[in-house]
């Protein structure tokens, strides 16, 4: 459930800036599957902090659509 971590580390250690944006879009993918199974596990019971949860993908999800914009107006000014 953490993919959404790894994803932009080997996009960093990748060569090119158009593979580094591939992986952060698939970290922002991998970031909204978690946002569903905080969503499931909230209905069916399991959790009690959906909230703050959601709060944090939140975050995340800014972040990473924050340096994705941040890396295509760097390369295409």
């Known amino acids: 459930m953490q993919l959404f971590l790894f994803q932009p580390t080997e996009g960093f250690a990748r060569n090119g800036t158009r593979e580094l944006l591939h992986f ?3 970290s922002a993918g991998s970031l909204s ?15 009690n902090n ?6 944090k993908v939140d975050e995340v999800s800014g972040l990473l659509t924050g340096l ?8 295409n000014p």
């Open 50 to 55: 959906k909230e703050e949860l959601n709060g």
């Open 24 to 26: 952060l879009s698939i």
């Open 33 to 47: 599957e978690l946002d569903t199974l905080i969503e499931l596990a909230a209905r069916l019971g399991y959790l």
């Open 68 to 75: 994705s914009a941040s890396i295509k107006r760097r390369t």
